[in-house]
Nanobody, 121 residues
Framework: QVQLVESGGGLVQAGGSLRLSCAASGRTFRSYLMGWFRQAPGKERVFVATITWSGGTTYYADSVKGRFTISRDNAKNTVYLQMNSLKAEDTAVYYC??????????????WGQGTQVTVSS
C-alpha cells in the first residue's frame, strides 16, 4: 500500500510558478512509477506527467511540455511537479498517483487527495 499527500497548490498570477510536492508513505514507494494528473471543474481527469522509478525517464502531456518538470527523490519518498509559465488553463485540482505508469487514470493504483492550483489571468 502507498499513501500519497499532495501540497504546494495555491493562487498564482499567469506567468508565475508553483512547485507541487507529493509525499508518499509505504515501503513499496520505489516500486511504482509516479504520475501527476489534473482535473478542471466539469472535466475529466487528465494526464500531466509521469516519471519512472529511477527518475531517468519522464513523459509529459503536450500542453505542459517545456513548462512543467516532474522529478522524484526516492530517499525522501517524494515526487515533485515544478510548474513554470503558468496559464489560466492550468487551473485545476492536481493529483499525485502511483502505479504502473501510462497516461490513463486506470494505469494508477493509488491516489492522493489533490491540491488546488488556481492561475489568475
Amino acid at each position: 500500500q502507498v499513501q500519497l499527500v499532495e501540497s504546494g497548490g495555491g493562487l498564482v498570477q499567469a506567468g508565475g510558478s508553483l512547485r507541487l510536492s507529493c509525499a508518499a508513505s509505504g515501503r513499496t514507494f520505489r516500486s511504482y512509477l509516479m504520475g501527476w494528473f489534473r482535473q478542471a471543474p466539469g472535466k475529466e481527469r487528465v494526464f500531466v506527467a509521469t516519471i519512472t522509478w529511477s527518475g531517468g525517464t519522464t513523459y509529459y502531456a503536450d500542453s505542459v511540455k517545456g513548462r512543467f518538470t516532474i522529478s522524484r527523490d526516492n530517499a525522501k519518498n517524494t515526487v515533485y511537479l515544478q510548474m513554470n509559465s503558468l496559464k489560466a488553463e492550468d487551473t485545476a485540482v492536481y493529483y499525485c498517483a502511483a502505479g504502473s505508469g501510462g497516461r490513463r487514470p486506470d494505469d494508477y493504483d493509488f491516489w492522493g487527495q489533490g491540491t488546488q492550483v488556481t492561475v489568475s489571468s
